[in-house]
Nanobody, 125 residues
Framework: QVQLVESGGGLVQPGGSLRLSCVAS????????MGWYRQAPGKQRELVAS???????NYADSVKGRFTISSDNAKNTVYLQMNSLKPEDTAVYYC???????????????????WGQGTQVTVSS
């Protein structure tokens, strides 16, 4: 079993900062990419930022220059530093990982997308 656990969400005033963390654990063979998505009420889930195991970064236009994604491959952890937060950044933020699992029992090696449970970020005065 693989688990992704996020932390670091909360309430912050406009212009403030938050740092999200996500740790992947379990029968992980290899992680190919990790990223952050968000979903605001009434809207579709959208990509915020992603990072590959080789260090290739991708950001949504709406967060470029304000958010920074980074990872610690040895710890299977991805971070999202969010600065200059705006009310429109309010959403549930989800961690995502493209990874492969070791075979376990009769279950063969497999690769897929995995998601965390989400953490709420609210930007409000």
């Amino acid at each position: 079993q693989v688990q992704l656990v996020e932390s670091g969400g909360g309430l912050v005033q406009p212009g403030g900062s938050l740092r999200l963390s996500c740790v992947a654990s379990g029968s992980i063979f290899s992680i190919y990419a990790m990223g952050w998505y968000r979903q605001a009420p009434g809207k579709q889930r959208e990509l915020v930022a992603s990072i590959t195991s080789g260090g290739i970064l991708n950001y949504a236009d709406s967060v470029k220059g304000r958010f920074t994604i980074s990872s610690d491959n040895a710890k299977n952890t991805v971070y999202l530093q969010m600065n200059s937060l705006k009310p429109e950044d309010t959403a549930v933020y989800y961690c995502n990982a493209d990874l492969a699992e070791y075979p376990v029992g009769a279950r063969p090696f497999r690769r897929g997308d995995y998601w965390g449970q989400g953490t709420q970020v609210t930007v409000s005065s």
